[in-house]
């Protein structure tokens, strides 16, 4: 098949799977470009870090992706592949969503998805850490990251970039 075609069909797909948010579909995402793309796990986490580090939703990087796998023009169907669909579909679901008002009905979907959308984000989070964390050193320095962004009041990215900067050092040379 041709990779422009898989690509827009893959990130088509991802894209009306996201309920919660683009993390919901990471573990998914990790599985299609290894087994159609050849994308390997530490390709994957440093393209979802730069989307994570750089300006703007972290979900971007799938722009990185759709480079690396069909340079500009790949990137360029994978931004409509991946936002188009989910947009389209949020826009009419959010129009019938207000025709419903106070409904019961409204409410008790709306109590389902809450759970389905954290469960999806978690197993996100478990994916990225599960191909992150190689080492003793790098599992202390997630522990570390967590605890200085859940316990203090320092801006998360220089947090994210001091930890990277002593991963780097810490895993190049001890």
Not at 23 to 44: D, K, N, R
Not at 148 to 172: D, S
Request: glycine share 10%; proline share 5%; aromatic share 10%.
């Amino acid at each position: 098949m041709n990779a422009l075609l898989q690509l827009s069909l893959t990130f088509g797909l991802l894209s009306l799977l996201a309920v919660g948010g683009g993390t919901a579909v990471l573990p998914e995402m990790q599985t299609l470009l290894l087994h159609q793309f050849g994308i390997t796990h530490t390709q994957f986490i440093h393209m979802y870090s730069i989307g994570q580090v750089a300006p703007g939703p972290n979900m971007l990087m799938v722009l990185i992706i759709g480079f690396k796998i069909a340079g500009l023009i790949g990137a360029g169907i994978v931004l409509i592949a991946f936002f188009l669909p989910s947009s389209v579909l949020c826009f009419y679901a959010g129009r019938l969503w207000s025709h419903f008002g106070e409904s019961p009905w409204r409410r008790c979907i709306q109590d389902s998805l809450e759970p389905i959308s954290i469960g999806l984000m978690v197993s996100g989070v478990y994916a990225v850490a599960k191909a992150s964390i190689v080492s003793p050193i790098t599992l202390a320095l997630s522990l570390c990251t967590l605890y200085l962004i859940l316990r203090t009041k320092i801006n998360p990215v220089f947090v994210i970039l001091a930890a990277g900067l002593v991963g780097f050092v810490a895993l190049r040379y001890f």
